[in-house]
């Protein structure tokens, strides 16, 4: 019988009230192939095999734990679907030509071969886990340097093909819960004050995204000029001040009895409702989420509530699905996983 692994985004972790997710990325290119928007088609499938060839064909012990998946030969709800849990970006799946991604079987770690760079290496981690993430990045990174040699300069870094990656190459973010600030109206003056510090806080799926249900990524802007310490060092400051101010603030929200109301209503509508749309639903669940965390509601786990959310997302419905679900049908389908999972919420 196959083993059943758990994937990273149907746990909670610490500070799991507040913080979703953790995630680390790297950007990478080989030294001896120009950047992926000068590339021929034949260079690309070179690259694609180089960095397959390099874990795959490894003597590491985490080589095993990872399948290759050429982009071309995913539909496109499949490829939308990772998008939506956070495995890849936007951009990375609006062409599919000659890329591919190296994923593990927990989906905790992925790699993107020829998106902006020839390599994205990307570790993902419930809850605030931004040390633990930039260690295990680093072992994925030196373990592809060994075979891909990466371009690197000494006085810039890490070679990319936006400047504004050079350096570290290393993005790191933590996905928030911050439904309190949101409705004391506290975002606009925070986002601001974050720009000072290195730090950007965006929506829901990252740059241009909006904010979906009060979640952001709050992730750091500056790659040049600092170590990756220091840089996780910082996010993860500004992380537990943010965290603070929030938990702070839903203290005195949830006092009031129209939230309280707020929260009751939605419970009973997301337990109860014959069809639901993602955006609704998104709304709703931070409601509950909200109402978990403060004890006003129980009977249903912040964990059971993130395996949820990934499981009713449209593309992921879809893919399960086999693509042929009418928008109609696909609300009625969500509506159905969500009350089933949640009949203990009270």
Not at 106 to 128: C, P
């Amino acid at each position: 019988m196959a083993e059943t692994v758990r994937k990273w985004y149907e746990k909670s972790g610490a500070e799991g009230d507040v913080i979703i997710s953790t995630r680390v990325r790297l950007a990478r290119n080989l030294a001896a192939y120009p950047f992926p928007n000068r590339m021929t088609a034949e260079q690309k499938t070179e690259v694609e095999k180089k960095v397959c060839d390099a874990l795959l064909n490894s003597n590491s012990v985490i080589a095993s734990a990872f399948g290759f998946y050429p982009m071309d030969e995913m539909t496109r709800e499949q490829a939308v679907s990772l998008v939506e849990r956070h495995i890849v970006s936007p951009e990375f799946v609006a062409e599919s030509k000659g890329r591919g991604i190296l994923i593990s079987k927990d989906e905790s770690i992925s790699i993107m071969v020829n998106e902006e760079d020839h390599v994205r290496i990307q570790i993902l981690k419930e809850g605030l886990s931004l040390e633990a993430s930039a260690e295990m990045a680093d072992r994925i990174d030196t373990l592809l340097h060994e075979n891909l040699h990466f371009a690197f300069d000494p006085e810039l870094g890490y070679l990319t093909q936006c400047p504004t990656n050079l350096g570290t190459g290393m993005r790191a973010s933590v996905m928030m819960h911050l439904p309190a600030l949101t409705e004391s109206g506290g975002m606009g003056r925070i986002s601001a004050n974050l720009s000072k510090l290195g730090l950007v806080i965006r929506g829901t799926y990252g740059e241009g995204s909006q904010v979906i249900g009060a979640m952001y990524q709050l992730s750091n802007q500056i790659t040049l000029g600092l170590s990756e310490k220091e840089a996780i060092q910082n996010l993860q400051n500004i992380t537990m001040q943010l965290m603070q101010e929030e938990r702070k603030a839903r203290k005195a929200l949830v006092q009031h009895i129209t939230v309280q109301d707020k929260i009751g209503r939605s419970a009973g509508i997301i337990r109860g409702a014959k069809m639901l749309s993602c955006d609704e639903y998104m709304n709703l669940i931070s409601h509950v989420r909200l109402g978990l965390a403060e004890g006003i509601l129980s009977g249903v786990t912040i964990e059971s509530i993130n395996a949820l959310t990934a499981a009713v997302q449209p593309a992921t419905l879809l893919a399960e699905h086999g693509g042929d679900l009418q928008p109609a049908q696909r609300d009625v389908l969500r509506a159905e996983k969500v009350r089933s999972a949640l009949l203990a919420l009270q």
